[in-house]
């Protein structure tokens, strides 16, 4: 646990990426891979039983009113932490949580993250995600115990629960929702297609 308390104390101060990454190159999941949606529970009528989207076009996952907008992810586990790292559907992608400090870190899509790659002046974590009952959490050896996940305008953050954010946050619960499985013929067509126009 030792690295746990060190990584989180770092992500308090100076940029950290954590953990490192444990797998260089993403793969196209498999036939049959299970994927989940996540939808918000809140008390803000607003927000509640919206679905995590990623808006085209933009790097910031938002809320969105229909199922059929929801971001399909896949996981995968990193056995060293006991954490998942949740994949965007279409393979290179993950969600990671990225900020300029620890206030609030937005939940933000990285084409294969790196420690190495991280932008100056930002903290950026992924692959820190927990499934414990069907909720979405952080396991990133932070000692906070009042994070929770919260809507920031359009987008989604993590908010340290201590901090005072400059804008309004609305706390949320973001609850696994299985999808039903496919096959990976959307990634394997977009990868014909990059094939074919280079
Ligand atoms: C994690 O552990 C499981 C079960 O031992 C193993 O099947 C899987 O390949 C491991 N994953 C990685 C990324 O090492
Ligand atoms: C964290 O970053 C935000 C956005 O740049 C800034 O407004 C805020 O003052 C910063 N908070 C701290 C504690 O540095
Ligand atoms: C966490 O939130 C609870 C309820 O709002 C509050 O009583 C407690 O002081 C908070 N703890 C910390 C460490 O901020």
Known sequence: MKSFLTIGAALCSVASAWPLLPWIEQAPPAAGTQFYQLQAKSASTVHNNQWVTLPAGSGNYGLAAAQTAATRFFVQKYNAT????????????????????????????????????IPGGQLMEWATFTMDNNVLGVKDGSTLTNRTFVAVQSSLALYDGVSNPEQGVTPLTLNLVRATSTSTSTSRLRRAIQMVTG
């Open 82 to 117: 006991n954490t998942w790292a949740f994949l965007n559907a279409d393979d290179t992608r993950q969600v990671a949580l990225r900020g300029p400090n620890g206030t609030l870190l937005y939940m933000v899509d990285v084409t294969n993250p790196r420690s190495d790659t």
